[in-house]
């Protein structure tokens, strides 16, 4: 069974980009920790392909290279919150037509391929310098979901579920900077994300 994990900072997580066994720092390596020992008689391969800094036009960009070409079994796609930060932090304007165009393709060229897909919802918390984010966001949040339900075989709500701990838990308990998770926040993810992948296991 092969799974490939691709998406931005928070699959990358500062994985060793030489060696091909690297899976970061972040869910993805905690993941692979509790994966492991449910199925030890299974021969679980997990592939980390997330590049820190991407958009959803870079995952698109490179997909066949990095996704179809490994010829995995399942593919755990999280993407889309550098298309929001990039534009009020670089000045990149945001075309939400265009973003739905790239993100419905990237999708279907996973299904395509014959590979199941577990589609992850990318999140935003309340940091004082994302609040102005937030309604963009949202937008973006909303293509993504309508989507991710109709093509992807799961899809996981972390918007959602970081939010809600957060109106009783201060938000940097999940991630300081209020997009990229702390091992707190990445245990949450991996923990979540487990039980979708599960149903795809072999």
């Known amino acids: 069974m ?8 928070i699959t990358d997580c500062d994985r060793d980009r030489s060696d091909e066994h690297s899976l ?7 993941l692979a920790d509790k994966l492991r020992p449910i199925y030890p008689d299974m021969d679980i391969q997990l592939i980390n392909k997330g590049i820190s800094g991407n ?12 996704v179809i070409n490994e010829q995995p079994d399942a593919c755990v ?15 990149k304007q945001l075309d939400l ?12 060229r996973i299904k395509e391929a014959g590979i199941s897909l577990i589609c992850l919802e990318p999140f935003l918390l309340p940091a004082p310098d994302k609040l102005r984010m937030r309604p963009l966001f949202n937008k ?23 939010n809600g701990l957060s109106a009783t838990i201060p938000y940097t308990q999940y991630s300081e900077d209020g997009v990229h998770p702390t091992h707190r926040g990445s245990r949450l993810i991996a923990d979540t994300a487990i039980k979708a992948i599960r149903k795809h296991l072999m």
């Open 140 to 162: 973006e949040l909303e293509i993504i979901h309508r989507i991710a339900v109709e093509k992807a075989d799961e899809f996981v709500a972390y918007d959602e579920m970081f």
């Open 24 to 30: 970061g720092q972040g869910y993805v390596k905690i």
């Open 2 to 9: 092969k799974i490939v994990f691709i998406g931005d900072s």
């Open 55 to 66: 958009e959803v036009c870079d995952v698109l960009a490179r997909v066949k290279r990095d």
């Open 97 to 108: 037509k265009q973003f739905e165009r790239d993100f419905s393709d990237l999708l279907d």
């Open 77 to 91: 796609l999280m993407i889309g919150i550098n298309n929001v930060i990039h534009q009020f932090k670089y000045g």
